[in-house]
């Protein structure tokens, strides 16, 4: 079971805007900065986000995120079949001196 | 560009052991920290290890401290995790990652990923 909060699925149509949440704690999100990744089954995951909304090159501007308190978000507009993938946030925590990573959200375009 | 192949995954019984290796590309090796992930079948991702450029720094999660020992040969760019004393619940694709330091760091680039599989 994992620390930050995810929920496990959404959903959306094509050009919709969906968002993703990720909730933590004062000990993690709450003193550290969040990271976004993207993960189709039998790949490699892709970095989507870094330091809660930097969008690393490559990365369509139609893909954003946000931290505020001990949470965070994720949101793509204009959604499209290729969207359709694991989602999940990270976040070092100190007591670890390691990373924690969300439970994941599968998203599904409909 | 970066590029980073794991190798080594198998079957393998519980107790065994097992040697997963990192080949790294497209970018100076020495530079850089690097971590294992793993994701075991039908759950998300974990943190596995870390280990500095240099080699001083390395750190493991709670689940594998003891059994799992993370290490790099600079001259070869690549890395390693030794797997010893191998349970059922260590089955997973192993994930190698390049880490950016600094403001609680990201993995920027990682590799496809290769299969441990702990069965009798």
């Known amino acids: 079971q994992s620390v930050l909060t995810q929920p496990p699925s959404a959903s959306g149509t094509p050009g919709q805007r969906v968002t993703i949440s990720c909730s933590g704690s004062s000990s993690n999100i709450g003193i550290n900065t969040v990271n976004w990744y993207q993960h189709l089954p039998g790949t490699a995951p892709k970095l989507l986000i870094y330091?809660?909304?930097q969008r690393p090159s490559g990365v369509p501007d139609r893909f954003s995120a946000s931290k505020s308190g001990t949470s965070a978000s994720l949101a793509i507009s204009g959604l499209q079949s290729e969207d359709e993938a694991d989602y999940y946030c990270?976040?070092?925590?100190?007591?670890?001196?390691?990373?924690?990573f969300g439970g994941g959200t599968r998203l599904t375009v409909l | 560009q970066v590029q980073l192949v794991e190798s080594g995954g198998a079957l393998v019984k519980p107790g065994g052991s097992l040697r997963l290796s990192c080949a790294a590309s497209?970018?100076?090796?020495?530079?850089?920290?690097m971590t294992w992930i793993r994701q075991a079948p039908g759950k998300g991702l974990e943190w596995v290890s870390y280990i500095s450029s240099t080699t001083i720094y390395t750190n493991y999660a709670d689940s594998v401290k003891g059994r799992f020992t993370i290490s790099r040969d600079n001259a070869k760019n690549s890395l390693y995790l030794q797997l010893d004393s191998l349970r059922l619940e260590d089955t997973a694709v192993y994930y190698c990652?390049?880490?950016?330091?600094?403001?609680?760091?990201?993995?920027?680039?990682w590799g496809r990923g290769t299969l441990v599989t702990v069965s009798s």
């Open positions: 497209g970018f100076t090796f020495t530079d850089y920290y």
């Open positions: 330091y809660n909304d």
């Open positions: 990270a976040t070092w925590v100190d007591s670890l001196n390691g990373w924690m």
């Open positions: 990652a390049r880490l950016i330091t600094g403001d609680g760091g990201y993995l920027d680039s």
